[in-house]
């Protein structure tokens, strides 16, 4: 399930002093703009979107948790949301197939 993960922040944030922890947790500050969010922070505040991606599917504070941690630790609690959304165990089997192999390419590229 996609997540998208925004945050109110300070107008007056100086982008590098934050740029390490932005970097460590795969995360970006890009402005967002909702009128309905706006009309409840102060003019001094900026709404913005922590995604760096497209999602951060899942979450644990974003898509950092699974490319610092191997997919196998994460198959557990996948598994369970999909039996829970009625997913076969045949198609279960396809998708961590599909999952491992997919780690084992990424794996092999960094060390490349």
């Known amino acids: 399930m996609c997540h998208i993960i925004s945050g109110v ?17 795969s995360m970006n500050f890009s402005p967002l703009n ?3 969010i706006e009309k409840h922070i102060s003019g001094q505040m900026s709404y913005v979107l922590a995604t760096r991606g497209s999602c951060d599917c899942g979450t644990m504070l ?9 997919a196998s630790e994460h198959l557990p ?9 009625g997913w ?5 089997e396809r998708w ?3 999952k ?9 590229r960094t060390q490349a």
């Open 34 to 36: 909702n009128q309905h």
């Open 9 to 25: 922040i300070p107008q007056n944030i100086k982008r590098e002093s934050i740029q390490d922890i932005l970097d460590e947790f």
């Open 100 to 108: 491992l192999k997919a780690e084992e390419n990424r794996t092999a």
């Open 96 to 98: 961590k197939k599909d």
């Open 88 to 92: 076969s165990d045949v198609k279960i």
């Open 77 to 85: 609690l996948e598994i369970k949301k999909m039996r829970k959304n």
């Open 62 to 70: 974003g898509i950092s948790s699974r490319s610092q941690t191997p």
